[in-house]
């Protein structure tokens, strides 16, 4: 069981963020993220998005630096991801 997280890459709000994922079970990642004060409100899907000045801390909390390419490589490993197809799922409403 180990949280991983990817290099901050991904520009958004003034900032690059990372992504941090679990390759075991959401469970573990949502019990790292609370214990580390990510709120759940980063939470999307199968990751949570960190911004880049919480990075040192969050390996130093014991999560795992990878590569960006890895990290999906291991969530797609762990059967966590969420693939394409079910985040645009998530997008359409109900049939009435």
């Known amino acids: 069981m180990t949280v991983l997280i990817d290099t901050p890459l991904w520009p958004a709000h003034g900032t690059v963020w990372s992504h941090l994922v679990s ?35 969050l390996v130093a909390a014991g999560a795992h630096p990878v590569g960006n390419r890895e990290l999906v490589l291991r969530l797609r490993a762990s059967g966590l991801r969420v693939s394409g197809r079910d985040r645009a799922a998530r997008d359409v409403p109900p049939e009435s």
């Open 23 to 57: 390759d075991s079970s959401l469970a573990e990642l949502h019990a790292f993220a609370a214990l580390n004060g990510i709120p759940r409100r980063g939470f999307d899907l199968d990751h949570y998005d960190v911004p880049a000045h919480r990075y040192d801390g």
